[in-house]
């Protein structure tokens, strides 16, 4: 199952090194801080019940502790299940066949698996449409993708809040929130990757907590903090941290004192293409004239309709 890869590509964003080493300090305490994980398995359990197919071998990506054979599907939906993370330390947890693999570079053959599912993992990627080409590559013709990643509204209060007590206090702004891919980008990157029937929607989340404070600990506890390239590297200052919380509450705080936040999950799904799928029609090919269907009288353009 084993095929050797070319390296990711020279762009890089994000520690992959340091993000590894954040997932496995939030291993040990991960179920606390699972429910958006656990939320995109139920939708995947979902929308795999609605297809009309079974998977004799699945892989889960990213999988944190086992997402995929948590989801509680029916047995026989899907025969066996691989689990793979970029943490050792975060894979030992689950069960079943697991193993550390970095979904920058997966370690499998072409035609490998029926069913390859993603959740909250592949916003991590320095190169998103490579990591995409790697899993459609790894699919069986006619297998099938689904994947989950945050998108660009994603905690957009903290990064507003962050970034006004640094120019206020610091005189400068530094990277601190990842960026994410925006919904309407989705579509033509899973196109340029090589996926047939793409589809792309999102689910917005909106969590509340006591404090900014709490809502970074919730972080911390997810293994989602900051490990972009150009952070910088000092640890934000006391002073700091404390006027982005008071912002957060003075610009977004709730009548009842909390503070909200917003998580945007952009749901993908595609499959390895394969001749008994839809094909679009070629321009041309169509019997029935669209004037015709909409029961219209056809003009050739520029020409002005009389005046009745």
């Given at each position: 199952?084993?095929?050797?890869?070319?390296?990711?590509?020279?762009?890089?964003?994000?520690?992959?090194?340091?993000?590894?080493?954040?997932?496995?300090?939030?291993?040990?305490?991960?179920?606390?801080?699972?429910?958006?994980?656990?939320?995109?398995?139920?939708?995947f359990a979902d929308r795999l019940m609605a297809v009309n197919?079974?998977?004799?071998?699945?892989?889960?990506?990213?999988?944190?502790?086992?997402?995929?054979?948590?989801?509680?599907?029916?047995?026989?939906?899907?025969?066996?299940?691989?689990?793979?993370?970029?943490?050792?330390?975060?894979?030992?947890?689950?069960?079943?066949?697991?193993?550390?693999?970095?979904?920058?570079?997966?370690?499998?053959?072409?035609?490998?698996?029926?069913?390859?599912?993603?959740?909250?993992?592949?916003?991590?990627?320095?190169?998103?449409?490579?990591?995409?080409?790697?899993?459609?590559?790894?699919?069986?013709?006619?297998?099938?993708?689904?994947?989950?990643?945050?998108?660009?509204?994603?905690?957009?209060?903290?990064?507003?809040?962050?970034?006004?007590?640094?120019?206020?206090?610091?005189?400068?702004?530094?990277?601190?929130?990842?960026?994410?891919?925006?919904?309407?980008?989705?579509?033509?990157?899973?196109?340029?990757?090589?996926?047939?029937?793409?589809?792309?929607?999102?689910?917005?989340?909106?969590?509340r907590y006591p404090n900014a404070l709490k809502l970074m600990?919730?972080?911390?506890?997810?293994?989602?903090?900051?490990?972009?390239?150009?952070?910088?590297?000092?640890?934000?200052?006391?002073?700091?941290?404390?006027?982005?919380?008071?912002?957060?509450?003075?610009?977004?705080g709730l009548p009842d004192g909390r503070i909200p936040a917003?998580?945007?999950?952009?749901?993908?799904?595609?499959?390895?293409?394969?001749?008994?799928?839809?094909?679009?029609?070629?321009?041309?090919?169509?019997?029935?004239?669209?004037?015709?269907?909409?029961?219209?009288?056809?003009?050739?353009?520029?020409?002005?309709?009389?005046?009745?």
């Amino acid at each position: 199952m084993m095929r050797a890869m070319q390296p990711a590509s020279a762009m890089l964003v994000f520690d992959r090194a340091l993000h590894a080493r954040r997932r496995a300090r939030a291993a040990a305490g991960f179920a606390a801080h699972d429910f958006l994980v656990r939320r995109v398995a139920d939708e995947f359990a979902d929308r795999l019940m609605a297809v009309n197919r079974d998977f004799p071998l699945a892989l889960d990506l990213g999988s944190h502790r086992g997402m995929l054979a948590e989801t509680g599907l029916p047995a026989g939906k899907i025969g066996n299940i691989v689990a793979t993370d970029l943490s050792p330390a975060m894979i030992a947890r689950g069960k079943g066949i697991r193993a550390a693999a970095d979904e920058e570079r997966l370690p499998f053959r072409d035609g490998s698996f029926d069913l390859i599912a993603s959740a909250l993992s592949l916003h991590w990627t320095n190169d998103l449409p490579g990591a995409l080409i790697q899993i459609r590559r790894a699919l069986v013709p006619d297998g099938l993708f689904l994947g989950a990643i945050f998108g660009g509204d994603t905690l957009t209060e903290l990064r507003q809040s962050l970034g006004a007590a640094e120019i206020e206090l610091e005189g400068g702004l530094s990277p601190r929130v990842s960026p994410f891919v925006e919904l309407r980008d989705m579509g033509s990157l899973l196109q340029r990757a090589g996926f047939a029937l793409p589809v792309v929607d999102a689910d917005r989340v909106t969590v509340r907590y006591p404090n900014a404070l709490k809502l970074m600990t919730e972080l911390r506890g997810m293994g989602e903090t900051n490990v972009l390239i150009e952070r910088r590297r000092t640890p934000l200052r006391r002073r700091t941290l404390i006027r982005a919380a008071e912002i957060y509450q003075e610009k977004f705080g709730l009548p009842d004192g909390r503070i909200p936040a917003t998580f945007e999950i952009v749901f993908m799904t595609g499959w390895s293409p394969h001749e008994s799928q839809q094909k679009p029609l070629r321009p041309g090919s169509a019997k029935m004239r669209l004037a015709d269907a909409l029961g219209t009288e056809e003009r050739p353009t520029g020409e002005k309709t009389p005046r009745s």
